[in-house]
């Protein structure tokens, strides 16, 4: 990331590819890695808003308790409810 101060499409671009190695998108934990590196520069309600856009970016899919073909429960459960209460469904 060094030279890319001031460029917030570089920072997406980071997270979206693995922020070097420390998000491993499409498996289990990632989403939950995201917002651990992401809450370091915001606060947390933050940082899952932005680690749900960068989880759409990578997989394709929400976070939520269905990613990665789950059957409705696991680590993206409570994370989703708690999306789920603050975005309005369109």
Do not use: K
């Amino acid at each position: 990331m060094a030279g890319n101060e001031g460029n917030p499409q570089a920072l997406i671009d980071w997270f979206n590819n693995g922020a070097d190695g420390q998000i491993d998108w499409g498996n289990p934990g990632d989403f939950q890695a995201c917002v651990d590196i992401a809450s370091n520069h915001m606060d947390e309600d933050q940082a899952h808003g932005f680690c749900q856009e960068r989880h759409i970016d990578a997989t394709g899919e929400p976070a939520g308790p269905h990613a990665h073909g789950g059957g409705g429960e696991g680590e993206h459960a409570s994370s989703y409810a708690r999306l789920s209460a603050v975005v309005p469904a369109y």
